[in-house]
């Protein structure tokens, strides 16, 4: 499997393009609406046949371009069954497989920052949206967050995959691109070295963040795979 990760610096979003080496066969994974253009001229570049736009989670800080993917290049959406979109082409659950030529990506469900939580699974590699973020985790104070089942999705699916299976998250605000399983079961200060359940419950439900500048805006918007304002 080839991967190349993208960012859009507005919302610190990754975007991550995939392909079957082989077959030419390509998934993007979390395609920002303003970064349209860049990543259509990229698979053009690269001769890539988009199969498939996917989503990690319903976002709320940014709108998703695989609506209008969709529309120029005729690949599925996929987003999980939880999300209720009426646009998606499949509705994923946990244990699905997205072929890619020779190459899978299978889903896993991971809820916890979101209901609609999936990870994506492939050959030494995961991409784990915002559950598991590079020494973080995502946010659970809204939109069906759950930290308890952000720890169990953590800990009990994502750790136990091999240490050293790679860890592409959808977010990152400290400049870091990728980690480990291994690094985040030492390193990460709110679920590594052992850390208990009711303690990272705790750390989650006392943290005060900010709503997210264009939540109200942008979880409609990606409800509808980004076909709307």
């Known amino acids: 499997m080839q991967i190349r990760q993208l960012i859009d610096n507005r919302s610190s979003t990754y975007t991550y393009l995939v392909w079957d080496p082989e077959s030419r066969?390509?998934?993007?994974?979390?395609?920002?609406?303003?970064?349209l253009?860049?990543?259509?001229?990229?698979?053009?570049?690269?001769?890539?046949?988009?199969?498939?736009?996917?989503?990690?989670?319903?976002?709320?800080?940014?709108?998703?371009?695989?609506?209008?993917?969709?529309?120029?290049v005729g690949c599925s959406i996929g987003v999980h069954r939880n999300a209720a979109s009426e646009c998606s082409d499949l509705e994923l659950e946990d244990?699905?497989?997205?072929?890619?030529?020779?190459?899978?990506?299978?889903?896993?469900?991971?809820?916890?920052?979101?209901?609609?939580?999936i990870s994506y699974l492939g050959?030494?590699?995961?991409?784990t949206g915002d559950i598991l973020l590079i020494r973080g985790s995502g946010r659970t104070d809204f939109q069906s967050g759950d930290p308890g089942q952000s720890y169990d999705s953590i800990v009990h699916r994502l750790f136990t995959l091999p240490n050293e299976t790679l860890i592409y998250p959808a977010h990152d605000y400290s400049g870091?691109?990728?980690?480990?399983?291994?690094?985040?079961?030492?390193?990460?200060?709110?679920?590594?070295?052992?850390?208990?359940?009711?303690?990272?419950?705790?750390?989650?439900?006392?943290m005060k963040s900010a709503k997210p500048e264009r939540m109200d805006s942008a979880v409609p918007g990606n409800q509808a795979c980004g076909l709307i304002e």
Not at 50 to 64: G, M, P
Not at 95 to 117: A, F, M, Y
Not at 123 to 127: A, I, Q, T
């Open 25 to 35: 066969e390509a998934a993007i994974i979390d395609p920002v609406r303003e970064q």
């Open 176 to 206: 870091f691109t990728c980690s480990t399983v291994g690094e985040e079961k030492k390193f990460n200060p709110r679920l590594g070295d052992g850390i208990q359940r009711d303690d990272y419950i705790r750390v989650m439900l006392a």
């Open 123 to 127: 050959d030494g590699v995961v991409f």
């Open 37 to 72: 253009e860049r990543d259509l001229k990229l698979l053009r570049e690269l001769d890539l046949t988009l199969k498939y736009a996917l989503e990690t989670h319903i976002h709320a800080d940014h709108i998703t371009a695989s609506g209008l993917i969709r529309e120029l």
């Open 95 to 117: 244990g699905d497989v997205i072929s890619l030529g020779e190459t899978k990506l299978q889903v896993i469900h991971t809820p916890g920052h979101t209901n609609t939580d």
